[in-house]
């Protein structure tokens, strides 16, 4: 079963809420993570995780596939490969299926703007 899914690293403003609710964060897509819990429960021993990310108003992306079932962390640039608004979530699975999703979370990726050069004091 997976519990949460959060993101993590660093969160460069919030944004207004979207429709559904949730509270979209922007983050530095070159720094921040996705992290989530798994507990065995009843079920067998997971294989793997598939991390599902696609762009909010897009068409639906194919998953990610950790083929490391102790993993719970990914960086966000393994599994968002461009700027924008997006939704992920995150399932376990093995040879029997694939569970359900976890919880989305909602972010911007996008990167920190290069820093200003040429500092200099102009006299008059």
């Given at each position: 079963?997976?519990?949460?899914?959060?993101?993590?690293?660093?969160?460069?403003?919030?944004?207004?809420?979207?429709?559904?609710?949730?509270?979209v964060?922007?983050?530095?897509?070159?720094?921040a993570?996705?992290?989530?819990?798994?507990?065995?429960?009843?079920?067998?021993?997971?294989?793997?995780?598939?991390?599902?990310?696609?762009?909010?108003?897009?068409?639906?992306?194919?998953?990610?596939?950790?083929?490391?079932?102790?993993?719970?962390?990914?960086?966000?640039?393994?599994?968002?490969?461009?700027?924008?608004?997006?939704?992920?979530?995150?399932?376990?699975?093995?040879?029997?299926?694939?569970?359900?999703?976890?919880?989305?979370?909602?972010?911007?990726?996008?990167?920190?703007?290069?820093?200003?050069?040429?500092?200099?004091?102009?006299?008059?």
């Amino acid at each position: 079963m997976i519990r949460r899914l959060v993101m993590t690293g660093i969160v460069l403003g919030c944004l207004a809420a979207p429709a559904w609710g949730q509270t979209v964060i922007a983050v530095d897509l070159q720094k921040a993570n996705l992290s989530w819990d798994w507990a065995q429960g009843t079920g067998s021993a997971a294989t793997e995780f598939r991390v599902y990310c696609q762009p909010v108003g897009g068409p639906p992306a194919a998953p990610t596939i950790l083929t490391d079932p102790t993993v719970r962390t990914v960086p966000l640039r393994s599994v968002v490969t461009a700027l924008g608004q997006y939704t992920c979530a995150v399932t376990a699975a093995n040879e029997f299926g694939e569970s359900a999703r976890s919880n989305e979370v909602a972010f911007r990726a996008g990167t920190v703007p290069p820093a200003p050069t040429n500092l200099r004091i102009l006299a008059q």
